[in-house]
Protein backbone atom coordinates (compact mmCIF):
# COMPACT_ATOMS: atom_id res chain seq x y z
CA UNK A 1 0.00 0.00 0.00
CA UNK A 2 1.47 3.20 -1.03
CA UNK A 3 -0.01 6.66 -0.42
CA UNK A 4 1.29 10.10 -0.97
CA UNK A 5 0.22 13.01 1.94
CA UNK A 6 0.20 17.01 2.22
CA UNK A 7 -0.19 17.37 5.91
CA UNK A 8 2.41 17.89 8.22
CA UNK A 9 3.31 14.46 9.96
CA UNK A 10 2.12 14.99 13.22
CA UNK A 11 -1.22 16.04 12.08
CA UNK A 12 -1.76 12.53 10.04
CA UNK A 13 -4.81 10.93 11.01
CA UNK A 14 -3.72 7.04 11.31
CA UNK A 15 -4.09 5.81 14.41
CA UNK A 16 -0.99 3.89 14.41
CA UNK A 17 0.71 7.51 14.93
CA UNK A 18 -1.26 8.45 17.40
CA UNK A 19 -1.21 5.24 19.57
CA UNK A 20 0.98 3.22 18.62
CA UNK A 21 4.97 2.46 19.40
CA UNK A 22 7.21 4.87 17.29
CA UNK A 23 10.55 4.40 15.55
CA UNK A 24 12.27 7.30 13.95
CA UNK A 25 15.41 7.43 11.72
CA UNK A 26 16.27 11.27 11.13
CA UNK A 27 19.36 13.06 12.43
CA UNK A 28 20.11 17.05 12.99
CA UNK A 29 18.06 17.97 9.74
CA UNK A 30 14.76 17.06 11.24
CA UNK A 31 14.61 19.77 13.19
CA UNK A 32 11.21 22.30 12.45
CA UNK A 33 10.59 25.75 12.75
CA UNK A 34 7.16 25.57 13.16
CA UNK A 35 7.58 24.12 16.49
CA UNK A 36 10.99 24.61 17.24
CA UNK A 37 12.16 21.41 18.06
CA UNK A 38 13.60 17.99 16.97
CA UNK A 39 10.98 15.42 15.21
CA UNK A 40 12.30 13.07 18.04
CA UNK A 41 11.17 15.48 20.53
CA UNK A 42 7.55 15.99 18.71
CA UNK A 43 6.67 12.53 19.25
CA UNK A 44 8.50 11.95 22.83
CA UNK A 45 5.83 14.36 23.99
CA UNK A 46 3.03 12.35 22.06
CA UNK A 47 4.30 9.22 24.35
CA UNK A 48 4.63 7.13 22.40
CA UNK A 49 8.53 6.92 20.81
CA UNK A 50 10.06 4.08 21.32
CA UNK A 51 13.22 4.13 19.57
CA UNK A 52 15.41 6.53 17.54
CA UNK A 53 17.77 5.71 14.64
CA UNK A 54 20.77 6.76 13.48
CA UNK A 55 22.84 7.17 10.33
CA UNK A 56 26.19 7.69 9.37
CA UNK A 57 27.50 10.40 11.44
CA UNK A 58 25.70 10.69 14.36
CA UNK A 59 22.39 12.19 15.54
CA UNK A 60 23.76 15.63 15.05
CA UNK A 61 26.44 14.95 12.52
CA UNK A 62 29.26 14.69 15.36
CA UNK A 63 30.97 12.00 13.42
CA UNK A 64 33.59 12.27 10.43
CA UNK A 65 33.21 10.61 7.57
CA UNK A 66 33.22 6.89 8.10
CA UNK A 67 33.74 6.64 11.62
CA UNK A 68 31.21 4.08 13.50
CA UNK A 69 29.22 4.67 16.48
CA UNK A 70 28.51 1.21 18.34
CA UNK A 71 28.09 3.12 22.09
CA UNK A 72 25.16 5.25 21.89
CA UNK A 73 24.66 6.15 25.15
CA UNK A 74 26.31 9.61 24.51
CA UNK A 75 22.39 10.39 23.78
CA UNK A 76 21.40 9.46 27.22
CA UNK A 77 21.54 13.31 28.26
CA UNK A 78 18.40 14.52 26.09
CA UNK A 79 15.47 13.84 28.31
CA UNK A 80 14.22 10.95 26.33
CA UNK A 81 13.71 8.49 29.71
CA UNK A 82 13.00 4.81 28.29
CA UNK A 83 14.07 5.80 24.47
CA UNK A 84 15.93 3.14 22.99
CA UNK A 85 18.97 5.04 20.73
CA UNK A 86 20.20 2.87 17.74
CA UNK A 87 23.20 3.04 15.14
CA UNK A 88 22.74 1.89 11.76
CA UNK A 89 26.39 3.08 10.83
CA UNK A 90 28.35 0.83 13.61
CA UNK A 91 31.06 -1.97 13.22
CA UNK A 92 28.69 -3.74 10.77
CA UNK A 93 26.11 -1.87 8.98
CA UNK A 94 24.79 -5.31 8.11
CA UNK A 95 24.69 -7.22 11.28
CA UNK A 96 22.53 -3.87 12.70
CA UNK A 97 20.16 -4.16 10.38
CA UNK A 98 19.66 -7.85 10.58
CA UNK A 99 18.52 -7.49 14.22
CA UNK A 100 14.37 -7.53 13.25
CA UNK A 101 13.89 -7.63 16.12
CA UNK A 102 14.75 -3.58 16.45
CA UNK A 103 11.48 -3.11 13.82
CA UNK A 104 9.16 -5.95 14.72
CA UNK A 105 8.23 -4.19 18.45
CA UNK A 106 7.24 -0.98 16.57
CA UNK A 107 3.98 -0.16 14.97
CA UNK A 108 5.23 2.67 12.72
CA UNK A 109 8.65 4.00 11.73
CA UNK A 110 8.90 7.77 10.35
CA UNK A 111 11.91 8.39 8.47
CA UNK A 112 13.32 11.78 8.05
CA UNK A 113 16.34 12.50 6.50
CA UNK A 114 18.21 15.43 4.34
CA UNK A 115 19.63 14.03 0.93
CA UNK A 116 22.30 15.67 -1.23
CA UNK A 117 21.29 14.34 -4.57
CA UNK A 118 24.06 11.56 -5.08
CA UNK A 119 24.28 8.29 -5.09
CA UNK A 120 27.55 8.52 -3.03
CA UNK A 121 25.45 9.28 0.08
CA UNK A 122 24.77 6.84 2.23
CA UNK A 123 21.29 8.31 4.04
CA UNK A 124 19.25 6.17 0.54
CA UNK A 125 21.00 3.10 1.34
CA UNK A 126 20.76 3.35 4.89
CA UNK A 127 17.00 3.35 3.45
CA UNK A 128 17.54 0.62 0.97
CA UNK A 129 18.87 -2.05 3.53
CA UNK A 130 15.96 -1.36 5.75
CA UNK A 131 13.38 -1.71 3.30
CA UNK A 132 15.41 -4.76 2.19
CA UNK A 133 15.03 -6.00 6.08
CA UNK A 134 11.05 -5.35 6.21
CA UNK A 135 10.97 -7.12 2.91
CA UNK A 136 13.04 -10.20 3.83
CA UNK A 137 11.18 -10.82 7.45
CA UNK A 138 7.50 -10.12 6.23
CA UNK A 139 7.58 -7.57 8.45
CA UNK A 140 4.47 -5.56 7.82
CA UNK A 141 6.03 -2.22 9.63
CA UNK A 142 4.07 1.17 8.24
CA UNK A 143 6.52 3.48 6.94
CA UNK A 144 6.32 7.26 6.90
CA UNK A 145 9.25 9.58 4.66
CA UNK A 146 9.08 13.02 5.69
CA UNK A 147 10.31 14.06 1.95
CA UNK A 148 12.91 17.04 1.60
CA UNK A 149 13.56 18.87 -1.74
CA UNK A 150 16.69 17.87 -2.88
CA UNK A 151 19.36 20.84 -2.58
CA UNK A 152 21.03 19.45 -5.86
CA UNK A 153 17.80 19.96 -7.88
CA UNK A 154 16.62 18.23 -11.33
CA UNK A 155 19.34 17.86 -12.97
CA UNK A 156 20.81 14.31 -13.51
CA UNK A 157 24.26 13.41 -14.18
CA UNK A 158 26.00 10.31 -15.25
CA UNK A 159 25.23 6.29 -15.97
CA UNK A 160 23.53 3.91 -13.47
CA UNK A 161 25.70 1.88 -11.05
CA UNK A 162 27.36 -1.64 -12.60
CA UNK A 163 26.19 -4.59 -10.43
CA UNK A 164 29.61 -5.81 -9.73
CA UNK A 165 30.26 -2.55 -8.32
CA UNK A 166 27.17 -1.97 -5.76
CA UNK A 167 28.32 -1.06 -2.36
CA UNK A 168 26.65 0.98 0.53
CA UNK A 169 28.11 4.34 -1.51
CA UNK A 170 25.87 2.74 -3.84
CA UNK A 171 23.33 0.59 -5.30
CA UNK A 172 23.13 -1.36 -8.19
CA UNK A 173 21.11 0.74 -10.91
CA UNK A 174 21.54 4.25 -9.38
CA UNK A 175 22.76 7.53 -11.27
CA UNK A 176 25.82 9.36 -9.82
CA UNK A 177 23.29 12.33 -9.85
CA UNK A 178 19.77 11.29 -9.31
CA UNK A 179 17.30 14.38 -9.04
CA UNK A 180 14.99 12.85 -6.95
CA UNK A 181 13.67 13.55 -3.60
CA UNK A 182 14.25 11.35 -0.74
CA UNK A 183 10.64 10.71 -0.80
CA UNK A 184 10.80 9.61 -4.46
CA UNK A 185 14.21 7.36 -3.73
CA UNK A 186 12.43 5.71 -1.47
CA UNK A 187 9.67 4.99 -3.70
CA UNK A 188 11.66 4.09 -6.21
CA UNK A 189 13.83 1.49 -3.88
CA UNK A 190 10.13 0.09 -2.76
CA UNK A 191 9.27 -0.91 -6.25
CA UNK A 192 12.11 -1.96 -7.17
CA UNK A 193 12.02 -4.57 -4.11
CA UNK A 194 7.48 -4.94 -5.06
CA UNK A 195 7.58 -4.57 -0.91
CA UNK A 196 4.14 -4.90 0.70
CA UNK A 197 4.58 -2.82 3.74
CA UNK A 198 2.58 0.11 3.90
CA UNK A 199 4.81 3.15 2.87
CA UNK A 200 3.52 6.79 2.86
CA UNK A 201 5.30 9.89 1.58
CA UNK A 202 4.95 13.16 3.31
CA UNK A 203 5.01 16.34 0.75
CA UNK A 204 8.19 18.40 0.94
CA UNK A 205 5.52 21.38 0.89
CA UNK A 206 3.48 20.27 3.94
CA UNK A 207 6.40 21.30 6.55
CA UNK A 208 7.52 25.24 6.98
CA UNK A 209 11.45 24.55 6.80
CA UNK A 210 11.72 24.13 3.25
CA UNK A 211 9.49 27.61 3.06
CA UNK A 212 11.63 29.24 5.75
CA UNK A 213 15.08 27.16 5.70
CA UNK A 214 15.78 25.71 2.90
CA UNK A 215 17.66 22.22 2.23
CA UNK A 216 20.78 23.53 3.15
CA UNK A 217 20.88 25.68 6.23
CA UNK A 218 20.95 22.69 8.31
CA UNK A 219 24.22 20.74 7.13
CA UNK A 220 23.33 17.06 6.73
CA UNK A 221 26.89 15.99 7.92
CA UNK A 222 30.25 17.55 8.92
CA UNK A 223 31.08 18.16 5.89
CA UNK A 224 28.80 19.46 3.73
CA UNK A 225 28.99 23.27 4.50
CA UNK A 226 26.30 25.08 1.84
CA UNK A 227 24.22 25.31 -0.92
CA UNK A 228 26.87 24.95 -3.63
CA UNK A 229 28.27 21.52 -2.26
CA UNK A 230 25.55 20.03 -3.76
CA UNK A 231 26.44 20.98 -6.85
CA UNK A 232 29.61 20.20 -6.72
CA UNK A 233 29.91 17.09 -4.85
CA UNK A 234 28.90 14.23 -8.10
CA UNK A 235 32.31 15.26 -9.59
CA UNK A 236 34.38 16.17 -6.85
CA UNK A 237 33.29 13.16 -4.62
CA UNK A 238 35.63 11.12 -7.44
CA UNK A 239 38.81 12.21 -5.68
CA UNK A 240 38.40 10.21 -2.30
CA UNK A 241 39.36 7.42 -4.80
CA UNK A 242 42.52 9.13 -5.30
CA UNK A 243 45.97 10.84 -3.43
CA UNK A 244 43.96 14.02 -3.92
CA UNK A 245 42.55 15.79 -1.20
CA UNK A 246 38.84 16.57 -1.80
CA UNK A 247 39.04 19.31 0.24
CA UNK A 248 38.11 17.66 3.59
CA UNK A 249 40.19 19.03 7.07
CA UNK A 250 38.98 22.75 5.22
CA UNK A 251 35.81 24.51 5.43
CA UNK A 252 35.43 24.55 2.05
CA UNK A 253 35.22 20.53 1.12
CA UNK A 254 34.68 19.59 -1.87
CA UNK A 255 34.41 22.93 -3.44
CA UNK A 256 38.52 22.82 -2.92
CA UNK A 257 40.84 20.15 -4.25
CA UNK A 258 44.53 19.85 -4.29
CA UNK A 259 48.09 18.02 -3.01
CA UNK A 260 51.61 18.96 -2.33
CA UNK A 261 52.97 17.51 -5.22
CA UNK A 262 50.50 19.75 -7.71
CA UNK A 263 52.95 22.82 -7.69
CA UNK A 264 54.29 21.50 -10.49
CA UNK A 265 51.02 23.07 -12.38
CA UNK A 266 51.95 26.19 -11.79
CA UNK A 267 54.42 26.83 -14.80
CA UNK A 268 51.94 24.40 -16.81
CA UNK A 269 50.05 27.11 -18.63
CA UNK A 270 53.13 28.97 -19.84
CA UNK A 271 54.67 25.90 -20.53
CA UNK A 272 51.74 25.29 -23.12
CA UNK A 273 50.52 28.72 -24.12
CA UNK A 274 47.50 28.82 -22.36
CA UNK A 275 46.69 32.91 -20.95
CA UNK A 276 45.05 30.66 -17.57
CA UNK A 277 42.73 28.23 -15.91
CA UNK A 278 39.90 29.75 -17.47
CA UNK A 279 41.19 29.77 -21.14
CA UNK A 280 38.22 28.37 -23.19
CA UNK A 281 41.32 26.42 -25.47
CA UNK A 282 43.23 24.73 -21.66
CA UNK A 283 42.01 21.31 -21.28
CA UNK A 284 39.81 21.79 -17.85
CA UNK A 285 38.08 25.20 -19.28
CA UNK A 286 34.51 24.18 -18.23
CA UNK A 287 31.93 27.51 -19.32
CA UNK A 288 29.78 26.80 -15.76
CA UNK A 289 32.59 27.41 -13.50
CA UNK A 290 35.77 29.35 -12.27
CA UNK A 291 38.50 27.79 -11.50
CA UNK A 292 40.90 29.66 -9.08
CA UNK A 293 44.23 28.35 -8.33
CA UNK A 294 44.92 28.36 -4.79
CA UNK A 295 46.64 26.51 -1.79
CA UNK A 296 45.35 25.57 1.71
CA UNK A 297 46.43 23.54 4.47
CA UNK A 298 43.94 20.67 6.25
CA UNK A 299 43.41 20.53 9.53
CA UNK A 300 42.65 16.58 9.28
CA UNK A 301 42.46 13.92 6.72
CA UNK A 302 44.73 13.76 3.72
CA UNK A 303 47.75 15.86 4.20
CA UNK A 304 47.05 17.08 7.15
CA UNK A 305 49.20 20.08 8.15
CA UNK A 306 50.68 20.24 4.81
CA UNK A 307 50.22 22.78 2.15
CA UNK A 308 48.33 21.83 -0.82
CA UNK A 309 48.20 23.44 -4.03
CA UNK A 310 45.15 23.06 -5.95
CA UNK A 311 41.88 24.73 -7.07
CA UNK A 312 39.17 26.08 -5.70
CA UNK A 313 35.73 26.00 -8.20
CA UNK A 314 33.58 29.08 -8.50
CA UNK A 315 29.82 28.79 -10.42
CA UNK A 316 28.74 31.30 -12.76
CA UNK A 317 25.54 32.22 -11.35
CA UNK A 318 22.71 31.12 -14.09
CA UNK A 319 24.54 28.44 -15.88
CA UNK A 320 23.92 24.08 -15.15
CA UNK A 321 27.08 22.61 -14.31
CA UNK A 322 27.64 19.10 -15.19
CA UNK A 323 30.25 18.42 -12.06
CA UNK A 324 30.86 14.52 -13.15
CA UNK A 325 31.94 15.09 -16.44
CA UNK A 326 34.35 17.98 -15.62
CA UNK A 327 36.01 16.34 -12.84
CA UNK A 328 36.30 13.03 -14.89
CA UNK A 329 38.14 15.60 -17.10
CA UNK A 330 40.18 16.64 -14.42
CA UNK A 331 41.32 13.77 -13.22
CA UNK A 332 42.19 12.52 -16.65
CA UNK A 333 44.03 15.55 -16.98
CA UNK A 334 45.78 14.93 -13.70
CA UNK A 335 46.49 11.45 -14.04
CA UNK A 336 48.23 12.56 -17.77
CA UNK A 337 50.23 15.39 -16.61
CA UNK A 338 51.35 14.35 -13.00
CA UNK A 339 53.71 11.54 -12.08
CA UNK A 340 53.23 11.02 -8.81
CA UNK A 341 49.07 10.91 -9.33
CA UNK A 342 47.48 7.62 -7.68
CA UNK A 343 44.25 5.85 -7.90
CA UNK A 344 43.95 4.55 -4.25
CA UNK A 345 44.45 1.17 -3.96
CA UNK A 346 43.46 -1.99 -1.77
CA UNK A 347 39.44 -2.68 -0.05
CA UNK A 348 37.53 0.27 0.02
CA UNK A 349 34.99 -1.23 2.23
CA UNK A 350 34.66 -4.76 4.16
CA UNK A 351 33.43 -7.90 2.18
CA UNK A 352 34.09 -6.53 -1.51
CA UNK A 353 37.24 -6.54 -3.87
CA UNK A 354 36.61 -3.13 -5.38
CA UNK A 355 38.77 0.08 -4.49
CA UNK A 356 37.25 3.08 -4.16
CA UNK A 357 37.57 4.47 -6.98
CA UNK A 358 35.95 1.71 -8.68
CA UNK A 359 32.76 1.95 -6.27
CA UNK A 360 32.21 5.79 -6.86
CA UNK A 361 32.81 5.83 -10.82
CA UNK A 362 30.86 2.40 -10.71
CA UNK A 363 30.90 2.25 -14.66
CA UNK A 364 33.73 0.00 -16.51
CA UNK A 365 33.78 2.10 -19.80
CA UNK A 366 34.37 5.50 -17.56
CA UNK A 367 37.06 3.55 -15.40
CA UNK A 368 38.58 2.83 -18.46
CA UNK A 369 38.63 6.22 -19.46
CA UNK A 370 40.16 7.87 -16.31
CA UNK A 371 43.22 4.74 -16.33
CA UNK A 372 44.17 4.61 -19.66
CA UNK A 373 44.40 6.23 -23.29
CA UNK A 374 42.19 3.70 -25.58
CA UNK A 375 38.72 5.19 -24.20
CA UNK A 376 38.46 8.85 -26.15
CA UNK A 377 36.56 11.97 -24.05
CA UNK A 378 33.66 11.37 -27.05
CA UNK A 379 32.86 8.44 -26.19
CA UNK A 380 32.50 9.35 -22.50
CA UNK A 381 30.50 12.12 -23.70
CA UNK A 382 27.66 10.00 -25.47
CA UNK A 383 27.55 7.03 -23.20
CA UNK A 384 26.44 9.93 -20.32
CA UNK A 385 24.13 10.86 -22.48
CA UNK A 386 22.88 7.97 -23.32
CA UNK A 387 22.84 6.74 -19.39
CA UNK A 388 20.57 9.80 -18.05
CA UNK A 389 18.02 9.72 -21.03
CA UNK A 390 17.42 6.12 -19.51
CA UNK A 391 17.33 7.17 -16.11
CA UNK A 392 15.05 9.61 -16.71
CA UNK A 393 12.80 7.32 -18.66
CA UNK A 394 12.84 4.94 -15.90
CA UNK A 395 12.30 7.35 -13.06
CA UNK A 396 9.11 9.39 -14.11
CA UNK A 397 6.43 6.69 -12.48
CA UNK A 398 7.93 7.60 -9.61
CA UNK A 399 7.91 11.40 -9.41
CA UNK A 400 5.67 12.56 -7.07
CA UNK A 401 6.29 16.60 -7.79
CA UNK A 402 5.81 18.59 -11.15
CA UNK A 403 9.21 19.79 -11.93
CA UNK A 404 10.83 17.06 -14.25
CA UNK A 405 14.12 15.47 -14.12
CA UNK A 406 16.47 16.99 -16.44
CA UNK A 407 19.84 16.68 -18.59
CA UNK A 408 22.60 19.31 -18.60
CA UNK A 409 23.10 19.67 -22.42
Avoid at 46 to 53: A, E, H, I, S
Avoid at 125 to 135: H, Q
Avoid at 189 to 202: D, S, T
Avoid at 282 to 308: E, G, M
Wanted: charged share 20%; glycine share 6%.
Amino acid sequence: MFSFRTTPIWDQPDLVLKSGKIGILCNQTAWHPENGEYIFETFYKKGNLKRVFMPEHGLFAELQDQQKLDNTDVYNNLGLDKCEFVSLYGSSEESLFAQKNKLEDLDALIIELQDVGCRYYTFNTTIYNLFKTLKKFSINLSVYIVDRLNPAGRQVEGTMLEKEYSSFIGIEGVLHRHGLTIGEFSYLMYNELNAKFPLHIISYQAHLYNKDLLPWSISPSPNFPGLFTSHFYSGQCLWEGTNISEGRGTTRPFELFGAPYLDQLLSYNSKNNYNNWNSESNPIYDSSVYLRWTKFIPVFHKYANQICYGFQIHPLPGTTYHSLAHNLRIIKFVHSNIHEFKFLEGVYEAGNDKSAIELLVGDSLILAYLKNDTVEWEQIKEHIKVEEQKWIRKTKKVLLYQDPLFRCK
